[in-house]
């Protein structure tokens, strides 16, 4: 699975065997970090990489989350060491879960596991956390381990979303890496019960189609306004996150609300996520009621 196969080629014939080659360069442990980083820029910015890998995914996007240096900033984040109590969202996407007693439960993008272990807290009778990075399905079985909680490494573009499985779909900040976003939400669809609830956070459309996800600042750094730009053109926005260029894709509120709709699904809730009155005491915390950076949605299938 790791194994780097051969310099086979461009990859400019088929322009997604770039950014497979991406994922599976992430994946590969023995591929010292500089080394990671300088096939990046070669393939992800001039195009010109020459090398194709094997890869593990045929269709997920490039993955910075097992990338040593993004994963060790990441690790450093509040949430990442407080779980749920210190992410900024949770304040607000805590009332939205629907009743979690004697339900099967999937994680989109699980990460550390917080949610998982939140829904087996709450009574779940079942959980599956599936995730593309490795390192982050590590964590989650360290800090987040239950009996009733299964992790696994895929991709949300590779899950095989059985029909009619699951009571509840949670996913929480890993949609604005999914390419095709549509896709994902028909296959959420599909793979819910009659009744069953989807209920996720995506970076809000605003806060991904920021110019670069960052603010333009005065002469003294202090955030001026926070510029957006190309919002009508939907897809992948390089960004700089935790000292990492990242990719993620930006999708029009239209797109994700009518996404839905389009599928079946009933919206039950939409929010844009305000810090709480505790967190708006933190350092820089103030600027976030200037422009949303979170969307929830709770949508229904309500059949
Ligand atoms: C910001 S973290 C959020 C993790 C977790 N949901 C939470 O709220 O703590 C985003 C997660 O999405 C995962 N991810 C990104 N693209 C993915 C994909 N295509 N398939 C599965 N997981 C993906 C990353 O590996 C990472 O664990």
Known sequence: MHNISAA?????????????????????????ND???RLHKRSAFTGRAGYIFKERSENAMPNEYDNDVFFSQYARMNRSKGGLAAAGEW?????????????AVLDLGCGYGWHCKYAADHGAARV???????????????????????????ALEDYEYPENTWDIAVSN????????????????WRTLKPGGTFLFNIEHPVFTSGVHQDWIYD?????????????????????????????????????????????GFVLEVVEEVQPSGEMLQLPGMQDELRRPMMLLVRAGKHV
Not at 135 to 154: F, G, P, S, T, W
Not at 174 to 186: G, M, P
């Open 8 to 32: 086979a080629g461009t990859g400019r014939e088929n322009p997604r065997k770039r950014i497979l080659f991406l994922s599976a360069v992430q994946l590969h442990p023995a591929l010292k």
């Open 35 to 37: 080394t990671i980083k």
């Open 91 to 103: 304040h607000q996407l805590k009332p939205l879960f629907p009743p979690l007693e004697g339900t």
């Open 128 to 154: 599956l956390g599936i995730d593309l990075s490795e390192k982050m399905l590590a964590q989650a079985r360290l800090k987040n381990q239950d009996e009733i909680i299964q992790y696994r490494l895929c």
């Open 173 to 188: 900040l890993a949609l604005h890496y999914i390419e095709d976003l549509a896709q994902v939400f028909q296959n959420v």
């Open 219 to 263: 002469e003294d750094k202090t955030p001026k306004y926070w510029p957006v730009d190309d919002y009508f053109r939907p897809g992948r926005r390089v960004t700089r996150f935790l000292g990492c260029e990242v990719v993620k894709q930006h999708h029009t509120l239209t797109q994700i609300l009518m996404g839905l709709l389009g599928c």
